[in-house]
């Protein structure tokens, strides 16, 4: 929770007190001096509240006010350093909808120039010749995972290594961006679909929605084939796999991400369903085969799917997720973070609706057979919500099954835990959506 109450300070190698520069309103991170020594940037939030370090700031090394060089952008700012070269110019990389830019910015004036906005998903990394004209970034397309673009200035950059000749040779599944109206307000919501290898036009598939964690984070529209991604490789088995990008998400600017705040798995998770249904009514997805998995915050959402949701989803896999907020509350380690960016409300101040945007406060409604894993060392996540959703489960008469990794924290780390949970994954779903 010291994330949420971060100062950025001054010391001197030769002693003294350490002179405050800048006391947050909220997140800050990724500190970085010019090169002449005159200013600081950073990555910080705009307030208390708000669920991600998104923003550019900068200010002097003398101390005074900061200033948010990028108030308004409609996009999550997500690495940032000088460019090499020059005293007074940030280059930042980040989250737009879908994909990663690059763009470069004056201090002075707050000019912007962008770097690159193709259609790559590429992280906060990006590195710079000494003389700041060339850069290099380590980049994934739905086509090929990482491999090394080579850019100037603003020009597209270029592939120049070939990590993995082999994909040439395999049939992937086609992915696409998609976009749907939100049932509620209108409001356009987008995501990442996974179309089955060799897929007919007018013929219905089973649907896997994958929803990411965070929620402060986004699905691009990048490789996504890993233990945590599932999407080619269900494409492979004849799945359509689905990455909604709902609201409470990054890359879209500050109002949308706090846009679920005090309403955790309300408008966001109708987001999803809307998304659902839109698939439904373009005659790609089967409603009657339709699956939910996912991690950390997604694992809640597959836990929420499993209750609450349960009509609509036929198999669930809730990975490290939250089942009921009044003990998650008081033994995870971001109690802060989770109460103010996530809920924006201590659960002291309204018990009633956390425990209403609890899973298990729905167990009546639950009839979608589950899987439920989690590490035995998550503090994240403790592993007592998955215990509470399997004992309440269980004792519903849901079939469910609760796979523990020993040694495992908030995520799979050992590569004989991935083998076995894809493993896991999959067969859960050829056994109900199959």
């Given amino acids: 929770d010291q994330f949420m109450k971060s100062k950025l300070l001054l010391q001197f190698v030769d002693g003294g007190e350490p002179k405050l520069l800048v006391k947050t309103e909220g997140k800050l991170v990724s500190p970085h001096w010019s090169p002449n020594g005159k200013w600081i940037t950073w990555l910080g939030a705009v307030s208390f509240n708000d669920p991600f370090p998104g923003s550019v700031f900068v200010v002097s090394s003398e101390g005074g006010a900061s200033e948010n060089l990028v108030k308004g952008f409609v996009g999550s700012a997500i690495g940032l350093n000088w460019l090499p070269g020059s005293p007074s110019t940030i280059v930042f990389t980040a989250t737009e909808k879908q994909v990663n830019t690059l763009t470069a910015i004056s201090v002075p004036d707050k000019s912007k120039m962008v770097l690159n906005s193709q259609n790559l998903a590429y992280g906060s990394g990006v590195s710079f010749t000494n003389n700041g004209k060339n850069w290099v970034i380590a980049a994934s397309t739905p086509q090929h995972p990482n491999e090394i673009f080579l850019g100037e200035g603003s020009r597209a950059a270029s592939k120049i290594t070939n990590f993995n000749p082999q994909l040439a040779d395999l049939k992937l599944g086609e992915q696409e961006v998609v976009k749907w ?254």
């Fill in 181 to 434: 109206k939100s049932s509620v307000d209108s409001l356009e919501i987008e995501g990442v679909l996974v179309k089955p290898v060799g897929y007919e036009k007018g013929r219905r598939y089973p649907l896997i929605m994958q929803p990411h964690g965070g929620p402060e984070a986004a699905d691009l529209n990048g490789w996504l084939a890993s233990y945590s991604r599932w999407a080619q490789v269900l494409a492979g088995k004849g799945y359509v796999t689905f990455y909604p990008n709902y609201r409470g998400s990054i890359g879209r600017g500050v109002e949308f991400s706090k846009a679920d705040h005090r309403d955790l798995m309300g408008k966001e998770f109708q987001d999803m369903v809307d998304g659902i249904d839109y698939l439904i009514k373009e005659g790609i997805v089967d409603g009657d085969r339709v699956g939910i998995g996912g991690g950390s915050y997604g694992g809640y959402t597959s836990a929420w799917a499993s209750t609450y949701g349960s009509k609509r989803f036929k198999a669930s896999i809730a990975w490290m997720g939250i089942s009921n907020w009044y003990s998650m509350t008081g033994t995870a380690e971001i109690f802060l973070e989770n109460s103010t960016v996530h809920w924006d409300l201590i659960m002291y101040d309204n018990f009633q609706i956390y425990f209403d945007r609890s899973p298990i406060a729905h167990i009546k409604n639950a009839n979608t057979p589950t899987l439920i894993i989690h590490g035995a060392q998550d503090t994240r996540v403790p592993i007592g919500q998955s215990q509470e959703l399997y004992t309440a489960l269980k004792w519903k008469g849901v079939p469910v099954e609760f796979v523990i990794y020993p040694r495992e924290g908030h995520g799979v780390a050992e590569k004989a835990h991935q083998a076995d949970f894809m493993q896991r994954v999959f067969g859960w779903f050829d056994k109900y959506l199959k």
